[in-house]
């Protein structure tokens, strides 16, 4: 299996996934954050691709749940050094 054929299934799966675990309006978000921010959009996809795997998700995800991930997410992006 070649590189892009892996991408590809990566896409494959995290549409999957993202279509079983958010809700519609958790999904349109998605969609926004995508618009502006699409490398945010990719981080979230791939930890709840992640999370599915790991069985921690067993329920759907809401608009409100998004948004805590999302924080979780931008919490450990603010990191700074400086000298």
């Known amino acids: 299996m070649n590189e892009h054929e892996q991408l590809q299934k990566l896409e494959e799966m995290k549409k999957t996934v993202i279509k079983k675990l958010l809700t519609k309006e958790a999904i349109e978000r998605l969609g ?6 699409p490398e945010i959009a990719n981080q979230l996809e791939l930890y709840l691709v992640q999370l599915y795997e790991g069985g921690k998700i067993n ?15 931008s919490q450990k992006q603010k990191f700074r050094i400086l000298r």
Not at 59 to 69: A, G, H
Request: charged share 40%; no cysteine; net charge positive.
């Open 32 to 37: 926004r954050i995508r618009v502006v921010k």
């Open 59 to 73: 329920k759907m995800i809401s608009d409100e749940q998004l948004k805590d991930i999302l924080g979780q997410i």
